[in-house]
């Protein structure tokens, strides 16, 4: 009886051993597999002033190789007429006109520094908030460039993307005013548009694009009219799982029950078979000790030459016996 309780009590311990075993080896796999899934970055994105900078000094150079004046038969200065292409041309570059309308932002890469892996696809949106202004309203489409750099400052990658306001017509903002004007003069409402504008998805061609090499991202809207974007934009990056990585992270219980039992089956598969085996070989083992005993016996009964070569005594005593009896038995019969 005692020897069936320590074989139960065996049993369920190395069923636990096993089955900790099995959530050990998942938790690694987890860990190995399944990378930091996304980051958010906060976006301020600021004009160009190098930019400015450069369209004012260029019109401060054209003034000043402009001609101005031309000498008369009466010795006098006058302006001189320009021609109306010139003069469009100049009027292009002042400085009311010629400031850069791009804006950018420079993402620092502490944010994700650690979070590029290599062999894992990467997926980059830009999500904007605008407001329903009429510097929007007369924007029109403005293209989205994303740039990647390595740590030499070597571009790796470069994208466009366009966007654009969605369009609602007059009558439609002013019924869509009228049914909600309650909720804008709470407060619960606003007339701002959020887009969201992917970067890098599945139609981008980014093959051969190495992830981990990233150091440096910049992101610039280019426009030629005024944009106006109410502050922080917001750069979500995620990465790409497909197969089992997919099933693992999005459906991290039902897998990894799945996972555990396999992992807890196969185990225990392995303990029941050495258990069975071990009797087996207890039983073999047995066995060869019971003919190595009869081969000894056998090896020193033949070995032992004194059963051969001297005649037991008790033997003697019994021969000497029997013949005289038979000596008897025949002077009688005489």
């Not at 006098?76 to 292409?85: A, E, I, K, V, W």
């Not at 366009?162 to 407060?187: F, H, Q």
């Not at 190595?292 to 019994?318: E, K, L």
Request: proline share 5%; hydrophobic share 40%.
């Amino acid at each position: 009886m005692g020897n069936v309780i320590l074989f139960i009590v065996k049993f369920y311990l190395s069923i636990w051993f096993l089955l900790t075993i099995s959530v050990l080896v998942y938790v690694c796999l987890y860990n190995w597999l399944i990378p930091s899934y996304g980051i958010d970055e906060a976006i301020f994105f600021h004009h160009d002033v190098a930019c400015t900078q450069m369209f004012t000094t260029l019109y401060n150079n054209l003034n000043h190789h402009q001609p101005q004046h031309q000498y008369s038969s009466s010795s006098t200065y006058r302006p001189l007429p320009l021609p109306p292409s010139q003069q469009k041309q100049y009027e292009k570059y002042e400085p009311s006109t010629a400031l850069c309308q791009n804006v950018y932002y420079d993402v620092p890469n502490k944010s994700y520094r650690q979070f590029f892996h290599s062999g894992h696809v990467y997926y980059f949106e830009l999500h904007l908030r605008m407001p329903d202004s009429q510097a929007n309203r007369n924007l029109g489409m403005f293209m989205i460039r994303l740039q990647l750099f390595d740590q030499d400052d070597n571009e790796l990658f470069e994208i466009y993307r366009p966007a654009i306001l969605p369009y609602n017509s007059w009558l439609l903002s002013a019924a869509k005013m009228i049914a909600y004007i309650p909720l804008y003069l709470v407060g619960w409402l606003t007339e701002i548009y959020s887009i969201q504008v992917k970067l890098l998805d599945e139609y981008a061609d980014i093959e051969r694009l190495d992830f981990s090499l990233i150091n440096h991202i910049r992101i610039e809207i280019e426009t030629l009219k005024p944009i106006e974007i109410i502050p922080p934009s917001l750069l979500r990056i995620s990465v790409h799982l497909q197969g089992i990585k997919y099933w693992m992270y999005f459906w991290p219980i039902t897998t990894s029950l799945v996972i555990i039992g396999l992992l807890f089956a196969f185990l225990l598969f392995i303990y029941l078979c050495s258990i069975l085996r071990r009797p087996k070989k207890r039983r073999n083992q047995s066995n060869e000790n019971n003919d190595q005993d009869v081969d000894d016996r056998v090896a020193q009964f033949f070995n032992d030459s004194s059963i051969f070569d001297q005649p037991d005594s008790t033997t003697t005593t019994n021969n000497h016996d029997c013949q005289h009896h038979l000596l008897q038995a025949r002077s009688r019969s005489r």
